[in-house]
């Protein structure tokens, strides 16, 4: 358990480390590539190490070296794995997995941990029985563990569901060059969390992979493309620097930001702009990021697009004039936990008024008090809420060891900054 310090204002100069989602990508995509390729500044976390160790057991040579990785791609040419894999908590290594395991020769056996097992994948095993590959929820469930026969996919004309999870659709988009057949995936409803399918197709044509994208509603991959092997540098992650632009809001404080690319295609990086909306002043240049708290004034804002940034904002809304209305969230119930539920169990114990449906968040300040915040062994919970024990004495937090999902030293980088 860690205890947060409350601080009268943060003056501070951060470096963010490196994305989780290009990591991973960059890793199976790197690991299709034919030839040896080199991942500069990849983000060495649990999720992504449960990615490297699954490739190794595809035939694929993963080395760390310093502060990369060398990757020695097979040109789709895999292994069958020689035991079941188990990925952990680490929600985009099974999803990504789901789709590259049928191109190897034999069955896979894909598994994890408990919440793992309880997170919904059916409609991308839909999508990929429409292509001939006969995966199955060995629970009948929907969820996993997973089996996964190989021999390659057809590829062809298929409908996916676009409304619960992006990362179904990147699956497929990551693994569809290496089909048998053009991919035409039309996406049934409104595909939430666009910005990281816009992930997806900058590292694919990164890569030399070109998608032709309609609008979100239909996308278009050639067969026979094949990834280039490349010197790829992974950019910084806006997700990681949401907590540290709050911590400045939060305490009227002034934080600079360094390493980060202000023209991401993240779409986290569009936290900035929900901050100005609430009253800060940003000042953004390609060297840094410099972000200055001041008075906050809840909003009214959808955050579809944004969804690993939802807790974060919920937490800085405590600190705000008025209420704070967050919607279009409903994915966020099938993350490493019900993370409405669970925001609204723990902001309500310290205080706050908390209202919430299938798909919003309203929350209003109120009188807080002490706690020691539940993390429901989700990463994001961890450092969101460690966030209001800048201003409220007595906030600890459990499981601190969780944020090694995605940022391992986030709490040392965190203590830095007003100690």
Known sequence: MIEIKPVEKIIATVECPSSKSYTNRALLIAALADGASIIRNPLFSDDTKYMHLALEQFGIQVKQEGHTFVILGTGGRLKCPYSEISIGLAGTTMRFLTTFAALSPGTTYLTGEQRMLERPISDLLDALNQMGVNVRSKKNNGCPPLEIPGGGILGGNINLAGNKSSQYLTSILLSAPYFKNDTTINVIGNLTSKS???????????????????????????????????????????????????????????????????????????????????????????????????????????????????????????????????????????????????????????????????????????????????????????????????????IRIKNPNCVEKSFPDFFDRFKSMYE
């Not at 990281?196 to 070109?210: N, R």
């Not at 974060?312 to 967050?326: D, M, N, P, Q, Y």
Request: glycine content about 8%.
């Open 196 to 394: 990281y399918a816009d992930i997806t197709l900058d590292i694919m044509k990164d890569f030399g992979v070109t998608v032709k994208n309609e609008s979100y509603s239909r996308f278009l991959i050639s067969a026979g493309q094949t990834y280039r092997a490349t010197n790829y540098a992974v950019e910084a992650d806006w997700s990681s620097a949401s907590y540290f632009l709050a911590a400045a809001a939060i305490t009227q404080g002034e934080v600079t930001l360094t390493g980060l690319n202000p023209d991401s295609v993240q779409g986290d990086a569009g936290f900035l702009d929900v901050l100005e909306q609430m009253g800060c002043i940003v000042e953004r240049s390609p060297e840094k990021i410099v972000i200055k708290g001041n008075p906050l004034n809840g909003i009214n804002i959808n955050m579809n697009s944004m969804p690993d940034i939802v807790q974060t904002l919920a937490v800085t809304a405590l600190f705000a004039k008025g209420e704070t209305s967050i919607s279009g969230i409903s994915n966020l119930k099938i993350k490493e936990t019900d993370r409405i539920g669970a925001l609204k169990h723990e902001l309500s114990r310290l205080g706050a008024c908390v209202e919430t449906g299938n798909d919003f968040l309203k929350i209003r300040p109120g009188i807080y008090v002490p706690a020691d915040i539940e993390t429901y062994d989700d990463h994001r919970m961890a450092m969101s809420l460690a966030l209001a024990g800048l201003k409220i004495p007595g």
